[in-house]
């Protein structure tokens, strides 16, 4: 069974760091490209950032660019969110998601399989 599972999420003070995870199981993501997604309350979701199978190509949400880096390890079928110098308005239920794509990966609407996601929340 294909599954997703998210973790790193957490309340942190604005200027904080915290690293998201994003583990798979059932099916190994050498072929797939993985994406990060939030939605926040009363907001729709939105990308935040992804990367191609090989790790050669991600893209970001400009709001994100030079304070979010996303990474893997194929090896450990594990793709990772840092994030730092974190905002109030980062603050929103974070989803990875996978799409069986090797040069692409910021088609945002093609992603196939996602995970329950995790909250963070960036406050005072």
């Known amino acids: 069974q294909l599954q997703l599972v998210e973790s790193g999420g957490g309340l942190v003070q604005p200027g904080g760091s915290l690293r998201l995870s994003c583990a798979a199981s059932g099916f190994t993501l050498d072929y797939y490209a993985i994406g990060w997604f939030r939605q926040a309350p009363g907001k729709e979701r939105e990308g935040v950032s992804c990367?191609?199978?090989?790790?050669?190509?991600?893209v970001y949400l400009d709001s994100v660019k030079g304070r979010f880096t996303i990474s893997r390890d194929n090896s450990k079928n594990t793709v990772y969110l840092q994030m730092n110098s974190l905002k109030p308005e980062d603050t929103a239920v974070y989803y990875c998601?996978?799409?069986?794509?090797?040069?692409?990966?910021?088609?945002?609407?093609?992603?196939?399989?996602w995970g329950q996601g995790t909250q963070v929340t960036v406050s005072s």
């Open positions: 998601a996978a799409v069986r794509a090797l040069r692409w990966c910021q088609i945002w609407s093609g992603y196939d399989y």
């Open positions: 990367v191609t199978p090989s790790g050669g190509s991600t």
